[in-house]
């Protein structure tokens, strides 16, 4: 799996620079997803083969005991707990300062691997910047410059060395479907996993409402494998202990990071939530299938669905490629039902899409409605052909390319799905110019 690195140091000290610098090939992922939010704290990397999730935690300012620092202090304290390892960052240029200390003082007492990183020392003795930090008591020490690249490699490197290779373990569970169940606390996760595996699961705990890891558990319907991810973690014999169940964006991201097929679950009695959102977010930035089931159906009033129906497909617009299953997991209602959307979003996540038929479909999208004139030159669509899977990509050939609108490219993506079966599945889209000599002449 992949491996969780928190970012941690007092504000300024250039994390959100190598934030940066070590997520940036997933920056503009969910760019075309109109009307998402995401939060940017979180974020996808990969050192060659070896993928890795980073938090950033924010200022971590300790002795703050009230209002947003405060809460942001508790969710960094949150993070380094949850994390497989630490960056902690100081600024070489300033030397050791009373917030260091206090941050290493707390680090110390983490049974986990944390790496020192010495920003800002362009320019700088590297050996008398490093010497001053010996003094935190903490002896994995990596200078570096966030804002140049310098010494990064070595620092993230050295980082997962310690880890399993999480690509090599994806291809040895290859032959299973991985679905995450995520969702808001108390919206019926555990329920639906008890219902799904149709027992009630032993899960020993110290201390009620404490974050847990997700679970993972392996069980076979009609002859297929699949591994369910229980993200609410803690339960009781006969009796589902959601309500005690602590939120935690980081553990569902994590969760998110080893499934093929996300099951995003909401409550048809609740709103929509920015938490939901953020959920759904990092799920479109890393390329994930949804399936959205809505939980506690029963009961309600026709009127009462259809409302909730429009509203739902509303607020989750950019999820129109989903299937949304309607269900009732404590009276196990819709429950095969969901089960066939997660394998059929599985399946067409990893679908193959032939050449010929690419570009004829392609071809009848443009006669259809041709791409609008920039300037003299209107972009000219060749041909397609598929570039990769898990999501689909389609790869499209021609001229003048890089004015194609958005709209367009969304109708485009409208036109292959209508002929092959991508429900549950991001379909992505790419142009590939030929050099046009006259483009640029008048």
């Known amino acids: 799996m992949k491996p969780i690195i928190a970012l941690v140091g007092r504000p300024n000290v250039g994390k959100s620079t190598l934030f940066n610098r070590l997520t940036r090939s997933k920056d503009a992922l969910v760019a075309d997803y109109a009307g998402l939010t995401r939060d940017r704290h979180y ?7 070896k993928p890795y999730i980073l938090v950033d935690t924010g200022g971590f300012e300790p002795l703050i005991d009230s209002g947003v620092m405060y809460q942001m202090a508790r969710q960094s304290e949150q993070a380094i707990y949850e994390a497989d390892a630490v960056i902690f960052m100081v600024d070489g240029r300033n030397g050791v300062t009373p917030q260091d200390r206090l941050i290493a003082n707390k680090l110390r ?21 490093v010497s001053d930090f010996y003094e935190l008591g903490l002896d994995k020490m990596y200078p570096i410059s966030a804002s140049h690249g310098d010494g990064i490699h070595k620092l993230i490197d050295d980082v997962l060395r310690g880890f399993k290779n999480a690509a090599e373990e994806e291809n040895a569970n290859a032959d299973r479907i991985t679905f995450a169940v995520i969702g808001r606390p108390n919206v019926g996760k555990s329920t639906l996993v008890n219902t799904i595996l149709g027992e009630e699961r032993v899960i020993a ?17 009609n002859d297929e494998k699949f591994t369910i991810i229980d993200t609410a973690g803690i339960r009781r014999k006969g009796k589902v202990t959601e309500k005690l169940e602590k939120f935690s964006v980081l553990k569902a991201i994590k969760a998110i990071s080893e499934a ?15 938490q939901d959102a953020t959920i759904v977010g990092y799920a479109l930035e890393a390329g994930k299938s949804v399936v959205v089931a809505i939980n506690k159906w029963d009961h309600l009033k026709e009127d ?46 990893f679908l193959k899409l032939s050449t010929p038929k690419l570009s004829r479909i392609l071809s009848e999208a443009v006669n259809r409605q041709p791409p609008a004139y920039k300037g003299n030159f209107r972009p000219k669509l060749r041909y397609a052909h598929q570039g990769g899977s898990n ?24 036109s292959f799905r209508k002929v092959f079966d991508l429900t549950g599945t991001p379909l ?10 006259f483009e640029n002449k008048k």
């Open 43 to 49: 974020g996808d990397g990969r050192i060659g083969h």
């Open 109 to 129: 007492m983490v049974d986990k691997p944390v790496y020192v990183a010495i920003n800002k020392v362009e320019g700088v003795d590297k050996i008398i910047a």
């Open 205 to 221: 705990f110290d201390e009620a409402g404490t974050t847990r890891d997700s679970i993972y558990i392996d069980f076979e319907r």
């Open 260 to 274: 093929h097929v996300v099951v995003m679950v909401l409550d048809a009695h609740l709103d929509i939530a920015e």
């Open 304 to 349: 009462e669905r259809q409302r909730i129906k429009d509203d739902v497909k509303t607020k989750l617009h950019f999820l129109d490629f989903a299937k949304y299953n309607y269900i009732s997991a404590l009276y196990k209602k819709g429950i095969n039902e969901l089960i066939d959307s997660i394998r059929g979003a599985y399946h067409a996540a």
């Open 391 to 414: 999501p689909p990509l389609i790869i499209i050939h021609g001229n003048s390319l890089h004015t194609i609108q958005k709209a367009y490219t969304k109708y485009l993506e409208r």
């Open 428 to 437: 992505r889209i790419e142009y590939k110019n030929s050099d046009n000599p």
